[in-house]
């Protein structure tokens, strides 16, 4: 009965979402594909060059196509976790300073530092998101960053023991 | 002594992909992950692992598919595609089943051969291989106009 027993389980874990972003990141004056073989054609280039020149940087993923080759590139099991993070925080682009909240069960020592710091996502991007592999337990890390502005941690704890 | 100092970035053109992701989400993305489950199979083409005795018995007994994932059949409709900023699409599940997916294949349900994960949901070789074809023709579609 152990899959029944945990298939009624579904509605108590705490796995949040999933999501999958497919991110381009161009920049506020971004040319549409046909708006950018115009200005090319204007600039004198040829159709052939401009084919080539846009097959190639497709392929390489090159300055172009560089951010879009990276949003379809297959994931894989291991990375998927990301997907899900970075789906969750763009989701949530209101909020300006993220807490850093762990489990505080088998806890890694890098991420008992930093729980309950805060920061902006560009900040925490740099020192290092969770399961990004910046903390000793890597992509095992069950941290999350959540809304500072709502939530308030209370300090840790720790028993007698060690 | 000459000496070079380089003081801004080129400024490169950047291609807005908006549509081109929409597109991306709605025509393959999606459609497959969802075809997947149909045919049962998982991310990487590979098979799920099969279910428990006792959770076949289980959905039989409720009158719901015995497929794997497939019970209701809500979890194979709920994938979505949104607009999130300028230039980024979000495939997602809808809030009703989004939970059990990371829960399914994210943590694994736990079995008597141990945890089982279904890998049912992100971007397959397969799909890269199809936007990439999709991109292709776009460059050659917009050279010919």
Avoid at chain 2, 33 to 42: L, V, Y
Avoid at chain 2, 89 to 99: F, H, I
Wanted: charged share 25%; proline share 2%; aromatic share 8%.
């Amino acid at each position: 009965m152990a899959e029944i027993d945990s298939f009624s389980d579904m509605t108590n874990f705490e796995i949040e979402a999933m999501n999958l972003l497919l991110n381009s990141k161009a920049s506020k004056t971004a040319l549409t594909l046909s708006e950018f073989i115009e200005f090319a054609r204007l600039q004198g280039a040829s159709d052939k060059s401009i084919k080539q020149e846009l097959l190639a940087d497709l392929e390489e993923g090159g300055r172009l196509f560089g951010e879009f080759r990276t949003s379809i590139r297959a994931t894989s099991n291991g990375i998927i976790n990301r997907f899900r993070d970075v789906g969750q925080f763009t989701q949530n682009i209101d909020i300006v300073n993220f807490r850093w909240v762990a489990v505080l069960v088998n806890t890694c020592p890098d991420c008992i530092d930093r729980h309950g710091q805060t920061k902006t996502m560009e900040q925490w991007e740099a020192d290092g998101l969770p399961r990004a592999g910046f903390t000793v337990c890597k992509e095992n890390c069950r941290c999350v960053l959540i809304n500072a502005s709502s939530s308030f941690l209370a300090p840790i704890k720790r028993s007698g023991r060690g | 002594m000459i000496s070079v100092e380089i003081k801004g970035k080129l400024n490169f053109p950047q291609l807005n992909f908006q549509g081109d992701l929409t597109h991306i989400a709605n025509t393959i993305i999606i459609p497959t992950i969802s075809d997947n489950i149909h045919k049962q199979k998982t991310l990487d083409n590979k098979r799920f692992p099969a279910l428990e005795r006792s959770t076949i018995a289980y959905k039989k007994k409720k009158k719901l598919s015995t497929k794997i994932l497939i019970a209701t059949g809500k979890l194979v409709t709920s994938f979505i595609q949104k607009k999130i900023r300028k230039d980024s699409v979000l495939v997602t599940l809808n809030s009703a089943r989004k939970e059990i997916g990371g829960y399914l294949q994210i943590d694994g349900i736990n079995s008597k051969s141990g945890k089982k994960h279904f890998n049912f949901f992100g971007i397959s070789t397969l799909m890269e291989t199809e936007a990439m074809i999709y991109m292709r023709k776009r460059i050659v579609e917009e050279l010919r106009k």
